[in-house]
Nanobody, 114 residues
Framework: QVQLVESGGGLVQAGGSLRLSCAAS????????MGWFRQVPGKQRELVAT???????NYADSVKGRFAISRDGAKNTVYLQMNSLEPEDTAVYYC????????WGQGTQVTVSS
């Protein structure tokens, strides 16, 4: 089993930055891709960014050039550096990992004030 614990959310003004972290524990050798989704109440969860075990990354068009995903294999941790934040980035951010199945973290709230 793999467990994910997120941290780093909070309240920030527009134009500011936050860094989210997601630490994996358990049977981490089975993890392939990790990444982040986000969800606003009443809307579907949407992809933000992903990173494979080989380091290939993928971003939603809405965050390209502003967000950067990275991964520390030794710490089994994935990071999401979010810069130039906009009120539209306000959401609950969920970390995920693909193993024998998809595992989700508990979510962390990011609020960007205008």
């Amino acid at each position: 089993q793999v467990q994910l614990v997120e941290s780093g959310g909070g309240l920030v003004q527009a134009g500011g930055s936050l860094r989210l972290s997601c630490a994996a524990s358990g049977n981490t050798v089975t993890i392939n891709t990790m990444g982040w989704f986000r969800q606003v109440p009443g809307k579907q969860r949407e992809l933000v960014a992903t990173i494979t075990s080989g380091g290939s990354t993928n971003y939603a068009d809405s965050v390209k050039g502003r967000f950067a995903i990275s991964r520390d294999g030794a710490k089994n941790t994935v990071y999401l550096q979010m810069n130039s934040l906009e009120p539209e980035d306000t959401a609950v951010y969920y970390c995920y990992a693909t193993s024998y199945r998809i595992i989700w973290g508990q979510g962390t709230q990011v609020t960007v004030s205008s």
